[in-house]
């Protein structure tokens, strides 16, 4: 018994013994964008064979926050991270590479800097608007949809309402996750107004009525439309994702309210060929309507303790990406993103994307708010939620939003004091 | 009727009503299972919008498995899985075992000591372990990313448990008189517990097995912390490249399930032997 | 024999457990040190700093109102899970232990939902609440069935209950069939032979020897139950409105997505020390009566 012990124990240490450690000269990305993964390991295996380093990109389940602070507490930090923006302004200004010098600088409004150092390098252009399927439309109407044609919220409901009597059974559908109605709806509420900084800080500081915001309540007339019609009325908390996302590619419902990264859920079904993205439809006369919300999205940003020769590895890549013709492809066609940067100009593939683009071009994009306390979309999540399950009414759904901003911290630093990081974050937000 | 006749005729009637039991429990338990099954073989838009059905809108087809195993690098990660969950199971198998017998025999402070603390760092969630682990053995010692650091990592957080089960086991079922006529022909201790006690041990031992090697097989926090390298993914780790927050394959994610509990499957049925035949043969020498 | 020297006893205990503690040490005790180092501090998990703030994480996790809630959600969880899991697991270890046809293809069927994990079994069971049940309940006008179970607090709650007690029943079958298995066979027979009828010689015999295996079980389940999270956050991820979340996925949310670790671990470790109490105790009055071979 004993002999055959030792034998398997030391059959076990040869066989773990020959494992290989990291190496330590490796171009190592992180990619929190699933959807790209697999092409980013593609490129990264042709950039790696034609430019003679070696490049690797990882992806987790974890959130982004907890995977990274297991790096870094392990002090085995990646080159290249890609995080939301609001990981930029938490990480940056510890572990990120001052890039003011690099010569993409000049060419996108959407760049992050903090105290006036460039951290944040934007992958992409991503925007929120209501999502529209016009084959679905057509095939009741019998006319081309004309999505300029139903900016206020009357002519939304009358549309719907003609949908329904043509024998679309309900018109719309609603994400009921927390992330889509917190941080993408009601974030909109924040976002189309001149000063969101100093409407949040009305907010904690307890002088805003929201119950009685014209904004607030502009929104939310639109969101009681979308709930009408809504395809899950009966059970608005128990609809999935998926399955919305896939009764709006074939045309069972006409709209819902979500982003041009939703074509990479949409893409997997059998899906219309007229699809596009629209302002939300609002009675208002402040030109919201006319714009789609959003801006840079994802953001890489370089660690500041790796080798020189990597970080230098790390802005050859970025330039590779922005000024030369394959990284422009593999940008826009390969990954089907929204391109961040005025330099590349090649046509978006995707038809929500297309939309995006053609509002970014235009001008017409309101810019994120990216200060959002950590909670907040998770804690108003959940009031919008109910309010959408019809637990709580619009002036109950208020006072839970105003008593979360009450007792929050503030993250925006033009809200905090910081006055030149003020000044930043404004001509960031440009 | 006999009395004899009347008591087999009940026994079969009892037998008849467990066994319908046992397949009504079967049906209930096996149903999520066998959903897996039925949409392995279908596109990701049928299992969405008929996932009930036997073969979907866009037919029957097979492209899951070759696609699954391909985007995994299935033969590298199943090769890393099966030498990481073979070292920590056999490791953990024997150091438990060891570790409850002198635990369980003898009533030192330290024994006791030991024990307690085992028992109590069962109940410690994961979470309050993950940031300081990884800032111990990764920044201050530099020794992730290394198999070996998995497989003993693995065995330190299993061995609480494991040691629990053959503390039980040692205590009930292991006749103290067998060990001391051990002693007294002569056997050291480390031979009496080798020669006499590990093998009345073998059900507790094929139940450990299973649990741990499952346990260790399918686990996906520890191992994405300790292995960075791409080179050393095992399977749980290799297959997050199909969820996604935004869009999940979720045909790929099943076909990959099914590969990786295959083996686990088998182990267990093999153990299953073990777990019927055990103590039942030892326990007559007693 | 000396077998009551010091040298005797530290010879004895590093040759069997010598080994196992330094392992122990090294990944438990050591991490949890630091740990609890870390509650001291409003470190957020990323920064390099981590000023010392003494114990007002402590004070912040003895004032947050949703950990109390999610606390006492996870006690009731446990409590209903527990009794479930256990009553289920023994009657399917008896079953599958008492000769009947096929038995062994039962054991393997019932161990299977153990092999089924992460977020494949949140969306096979989604399904099934969702749709399968609810197409049913239309069907047949069962009213509780036609809207989803999970579209409501005490649903969605009912719902991890089940999950659980469909996933934990066939787990802890496996250390009852070993308890059943390890009774030695002589003494069953020889109950019988004093006559006793077989279901006698089950509650009289049988059960007593498998104290062991309940105090596992039962500790099993009460601390998987407390510390559950897969399940919570592919089932439900704490919806509807945040009335499913769990102390595990609060704990976990706090540190990570909120980015209080500081207060996350505090959390944490108030979480440990309940469930460690209500575990060991539960050890310790199970092992009292304790029957010896």
Same mark, same amino acid.
């Given at each position: 018994?004993?002999?055959?012990?030792?034998?398997?124990?030391?059959?076990?240490?040869?066989?773990?013994?020959?494992?290989?450690?990291?190496?330590?000269?490796?171009?190592?990305?992180?990619?929190?964008?699933?959807?790209?993964?697999?092409?980013?390991?593609?490129?990264?295996?042709?950039?790696?064979?034609?430019?003679?380093?070696?490049?690797?990109?990882?992806?987790?389940?974890?959130?982004?926050?907890?995977?990274?602070?297991?790096?870094?507490?392990?002090?085995?930090?990646?080159?290249?991270?890609?995080?939301?923006?609001?990981?930029?302004?938490?990480?940056?200004?510890?572990?990120?590479?001052?890039?003011?010098? @690099?010569?993409?600088?000049?060419?996108?409004?959407?760049?992050?800097?903090?105290?006036?150092?460039?951290?944040?390098?934007?992958?992409?252009?991503?925007?929120?608007?209501?999502?529209?399927?016009?084959?679905?439309?057509?095939?009741?109407?019998?006319?081309?949809?004309?999505?300029?044609?139903?900016?206020?919220?009357?002519?939304?409901?009358?549309?719907?309402?003609?949908?329904?009597?043509?024998?679309?059974?309900?018109?719309?559908?609603?994400?009921?996750?927390?992330?889509?109605?917190?941080?993408?709806?009601? @974030?909109?509420?924040?976002?189309?107004?001149?000063?969101?900084?100093?409407?949040?800080?009305?907010?904690?500081?307890?002088?805003?009525?929201?119950?009685?915001?014209?904004?607030?309540?502009?929104?939310?007339?639109?969101?009681?439309?979308?709930?009408?019609?809504?395809?899950?009325?009966?059970?608005?908390?128990?609809?999935?994702?998926?399955?919305?996302?896939?009764?709006?590619?074939?045309?069972?419902?006409?709209?819902?309210?979500?982003?041009?990264?939703?074509?990479?859920?949409?893409?997997?079904?059998?899906?219309?060929?007229?699809?596009?993205?629209?302002?939300?439809?609002?009675?208002?006369?402040?030109?919201?309507?006319?714009?789609?919300?959003?801006?840079?999205?994802?953001?890489?940003?370089?660690?500041?303790?790796?080798?020189?020769?990597?970080?230098?590895?790390?802005?050859?890549?970025?330039?590779?990406?922005?000024?030369?013709?394959?990284?422009?492809?593999?940008?826009?066609?390969?990954?089907?993103?929204?391109?961040?940067?005025?330099?590349?100009?090649?046509?978006?593939?995707?038809?929500?994307?297309?939309?995006?683009?053609?509002?970014?071009?235009?001008?017409?994009?309101?810019?994120?708010?990216?200060?959002?306390?950590?909670?907040?979309?998770?804690?108003?999540?959940?009031?919008?939620?109910?309010?959408?399950?019809?637990?709580?009414?619009?002036?109950?759904?208020?006072?839970?939003?105003?008593?979360?901003?009450?007792?929050?911290?503030?993250?925006?630093?033009?809200?905090?004091?910081?006055?030149?990081?003020?000044?930043?974050?404004?001509?960031?937000?440009? | 009727?006999?009395?004899?006749?009347?008591?087999?005729?009940?026994?079969?009637?009892?037998?008849?009503?467990?066994?319908?039991?046992?397949?009504?429990?079967?049906?209930?338990?096996? /149903?999520?299972?066998?959903?897996?099954?039925?949409?392995?073989?279908?596109?990701?838009?049928?299992?969405?919008?008929?996932?009930?059905?036997?073969?979907?809108?866009?037919?029957?087809?097979?492209?899951? /498995?070759?696609?699954?195993?391909?985007?995994?690098?299935?033969?590298?990660?199943?090769?890393?899985?099966?030498?990481?969950?073979?070292?920590?199971?056999?490791?953990?198998?024997?150091?438990?075992?060891?570790?409850?017998?002198?635990?369980?025999?003898?009533?030192?402070?330290?024994?006791?000591?030991?024990?307690?603390?085992?028992?109590?760092?069962?109940?410690?969630?994961?979470?309050?372990?993950?940031?300081?682990?990884?800032?111990?053995?990764?920044?201050?010692?530099?020794?992730?990313?290394?198999?070996?650091?998995?497989?003993?990592?693995?065995?330190?957080?299993?061995?609480?448990?494991?040691?629990?089960?053959?503390?039980?086991?040692?205590?009930?079922?292991?006749?103290?008189?067998?060990?001391?006529?051990?002693?007294?022909?002569?056997?050291?201790?480390?031979?009496?517990?080798?020669?006499?006690?590990?093998?009345?041990?073998? +059900?507790?031992?094929?139940?450990?097995?299973?649990?741990?090697?499952?346990?260790?097989?399918?686990?996906?926090?520890? +191992?994405?912390?300790?292995?960075?390298?791409?080179?050393?993914?095992?399977?749980?780790?290799?297959?997050?490249?199909?969820?996604?927050? /935004?869009?999940?394959?979720?045909?790929?994610?099943?076909?990959?399930?099914?590969?990786?509990?295959?083996?686990?499957?088998?182990?267990?049925?093999?153990?299953?032997?073990?777990?019927?035949?055990?103590?039942?043969?030892?326990?007559?020498?007693? | 024999?000396?077998?009551?020297?010091? $040298?005797?006893?530290?010879?004895?205990?590093?040759?069997?457990?010598?080994?196992?503690?330094?392992?122990?040490?090294?990944?438990?005790?050591?991490?949890?040190?630091?740990?609890?180092?870390?509650?001291?501090?409003?470190?957020?998990?990323?920064?390099?700093?981590?000023?010392?703030?003494?114990?007002?994480?402590?004070?912040?996790?003895? $004032?947050?109102?949703?950990?109390?809630?999610?606390?006492?959600?996870?006690?009731?969880?446990?409590?209903?899970?527990?009794?479930?899991?256990?009553?289920?697991?023994?009657?399917?270890?008896?079953?599958?232990?008492?000769?009947?046809?096929?038995?062994?293809?039962?054991?393997?069927?019932?161990?299977?939902?153990?092999?089924?994990?992460?977020?494949?079994?949140?969306?096979?069971?989604?399904?099934?609440?969702?749709?399968?049940?609810?197409?049913?309940?239309?069907?047949?006008?069962?009213?509780?069935?036609?809207?989803?179970?999970?579209?409501?607090?005490?649903?969605?709650?009912?719902?991890?209950?089940?999950?659980?007690?469909?996933?934990?029943?066939?787990?802890?079958?496996?250390?009852?069939?070993?308890?059943?298995?390890?009774?030695?066979?002589?003494?069953?027979?020889? $109950?019988?032979?004093?006559?006793?009828?077989?279901?006698?010689?089950?509650?009289?015999?049988?059960?007593?020897?498998?104290?062991?295996?309940?105090?596992?079980?039962?500790?099993?389940?009460?601390?998987?139950?407390?510390?559950?999270?897969?399940?919570?956050? $592919?089932?439900?991820?704490?919806?509807?409105?945040?009335?499913?979340?769990?102390?595990?996925?609060?704990?976990?949310?706090?540190?990570?997505?909120?980015?209080?670790?500081?207060?996350?671990?505090?959390?944490?470790?108030?979480?440990?020390?309940?469930?460690?109490?209500?575990?060991?105790?539960?050890?310790?009055?199970?092992?009292?009566?304790?029957?010896?071979?």
């Amino acid at each position: 018994m004993r002999r055959r012990t030792a034998a398997v124990m030391a059959t076990i240490l040869v066989a773990t013994l020959g494992a290989t450690p990291v190496l330590a000269d490796e171009l190592s990305v992180f990619n929190s964008k699933s959807e790209i993964e697999e092409q980013m390991e593609d490129m990264a295996s042709d950039y790696s064979d034609e430019n003679d380093v070696d490049m690797e990109v990882y992806y987790s389940q974890d959130t982004v926050a907890a995977h990274l602070s297991t790096k870094y507490a392990s002090k085995d930090p990646y080159v290249l991270s890609m995080v939301d923006a609001k990981d930029i302004y938490s990480l940056g200004p510890d572990h990120a590479l001052d890039l003011s010098d @690099q010569p993409w600088v000049k060419d996108s409004s959407q760049i992050i800097s903090i105290d006036g150092k460039v951290m944040g390098f934007p992958v992409c252009i991503e925007a929120r608007g209501v999502i529209y399927n016009a084959d679905a439309i057509k095939k009741i109407t019998g006319e081309d949809f004309d999505p300029a044609s139903v900016k206020t919220l009357d002519d939304f409901d009358a549309l719907c309402q003609k949908l329904v009597d043509g024998g679309m059974e309900a018109p719309t559908g609603i994400m009921k996750e927390d992330w889509s109605l917190a941080a993408h709806y009601l @974030q909109e509420v924040y976002e189309e107004r001149e000063d969101p900084s100093a409407f949040i800080k009305g907010l904690h500081d307890g002088t805003v009525d929201l119950a009685k915001d014209e904004k607030f309540n502009s929104l939310m007339d639109t969101f009681d439309v979308l709930m009408k019609y809504n395809y899950a009325k009966d059970a608005p908390i128990a609809a999935e994702r998926e399955t919305t996302e896939q009764k709006l590619a074939e045309g069972e419902i006409a709209f819902m309210f979500g982003g041009n990264w939703d074509w990479s859920v949409i893409n997997a079904y059998d899906y219309s060929e007229n699809m596009g993205m629209m302002p939300v439809p609002q009675n208002t006369d402040d030109g919201s309507n006319e714009k789609l919300v959003g801006g840079g999205s994802k953001y890489f940003f370089i660690d500041n303790s790796v080798s020189e020769d990597l970080q230098k590895q790390a802005e050859d890549w970025l330039n590779w990406l922005v000024n030369t013709d394959d990284g422009k492809d593999f940008l826009v066609n390969t990954c089907a993103l929204v391109p961040a940067f005025k330099t590349n100009t090649l046509d978006v593939s995707d038809p929500l994307g297309k939309s995006v683009k053609s509002y970014a071009d235009d001008d017409k994009l309101i810019a994120n708010y990216n200060y959002d306390p950590d909670d907040h979309y998770s804690v108003c999540g959940a009031s919008m939620q109910k309010y959408l399950a019809g637990e709580i009414d619009r002036a109950e759904l208020a006072k839970e939003v105003e008593a979360y901003w009450q007792g929050a911290t503030l993250a925006d630093p033009a809200v905090t004091g910081g006055a030149a990081a003020g000044t930043e974050a404004a001509t960031e937000a440009e | 009727m006999s009395e004899n006749e009347r008591a087999a005729r009940n026994r079969k009637i009892t037998k008849i009503i467990m066994w319908i039991v046992l397949l009504i429990l079967f049906i209930m338990i096996v /149903f999520p299972f066998i959903m897996v099954v039925i949409n392995v073989f279908k596109t990701k838009a049928d299992i969405n919008s008929h996932p009930l059905a036997l073969i979907g809108k866009h037919g029957f087809t097979t492209k899951n /498995f070759p696609k699954a195993m391909k985007k995994m690098h299935f033969w590298r990660v199943f090769g890393n899985s099966l030498i990481i969950t073979l070292s920590s199971t056999v490791l953990t198998l024997l150091l438990s075992a060891m570790c409850a017998f002198v635990l369980v025999r003898n009533k030192w402070k330290a024994c006791t000591l030991l024990f307690t603390m085992m028992i109590a760092s069962m109940v410690i969630p994961f979470q309050v372990l993950m940031v300081p682990l990884v800032s111990f053995y990764g920044g201050l010692l530099n020794v992730l990313n290394h198999r070996l650091t998995l497989i003993l990592m693995h065995t330190g957080f299993s061995l609480s448990m494991a040691t629990f089960l053959y503390h039980g086991a040692i205590h009930t079922n292991i006749p103290l008189e067998l060990e001391e006529a051990a002693l007294i022909d002569g056997c050291t201790r480390w031979q009496t517990f080798w020669k006499v006690v590990y093998p009345l041990l073998t +059900p507790t031992t094929a139940t450990v097995a299973i649990i741990d090697a499952m346990a260790f097989w399918n686990d996906y926090l520890l +191992p994405s912390l300790v292995l960075t390298d791409k080179s050393l993914y095992t399977i749980p780790i290799a297959t997050q490249v199909f969820y996604g927050t /935004f869009s999940t394959d979720i045909g790929l994610i099943l076909a990959a399930l099914l590969m990786a509990m295959l083996p686990i499957l088998i182990l267990y049925v093999f153990l299953q032997k073990y777990i019927v035949a055990g103590v039942t043969s030892g326990a007559v020498k007693g | 024999m000396k077998r009551n020297t010091m $040298s005797y006893k530290v010879r004895q205990f590093l040759m069997f457990a010598g080994i196992p503690t330094v392992l122990f040490i090294g990944v438990i005790i050591i991490p949890f040190i630091y740990g609890l180092y870390l509650t001291f501090t409003s470190w957020d998990g990323v920064s390099k700093a981590k000023p010392f703030v003494g114990l007002s994480n402590y004070a912040a996790a003895f $004032s947050d109102t949703a950990f109390w809630t999610a606390m006492g959600k996870t006690v009731l969880y446990s409590a209903i899970s527990v009794v479930l899991v256990n009553v289920l697991a023994f009657l399917l270890a008896y079953l599958v232990t008492s000769g009947i046809k096929g038995q062994n293809f039962f054991r393997a069927g019932f161990f299977i939902p153990n092999l089924i994990g992460g977020i494949v079994l949140g969306y096979v069971w989604k399904f099934v609440f969702n749709r399968a049940f609810v197409t049913i309940g239309k069907s047949l006008h069962i009213g509780f069935m036609e809207t989803s179970w999970l579209a409501t607090p005490a649903g969605a709650i009912a719902c991890l209950i089940i999950v659980s007690v469909w996933q934990y029943a066939g787990y802890m079958m496996l250390i009852y069939v070993a308890g059943f298995m390890s009774v030695p066979k002589s003494l069953i027979e020889a $109950s019988q032979i004093d006559g006793c009828t077989k279901s006698q010689a089950t509650w009289k015999v049988i059960v007593p020897l498998m104290r062991a295996s309940f105090v596992e079980c039962l500790f099993l389940t009460i601390t998987r139950c407390f510390m559950v999270y897969d399940v919570n956050l $592919s089932l439900t991820k704490g919806e509807p409105f945040n009335s499913s979340v769990l102390a595990a996925m609060h704990v976990y949310n706090q540190a990570f997505t909120y980015k209080n670790y500081g207060v996350g671990q505090a959390e944490a470790l108030i979480l440990f020390i309940v469930c460690a109490v209500v575990g060991v105790l539960q050890v310790q009055i199970g092992r009292k009566g304790e029957v010896g071979a």
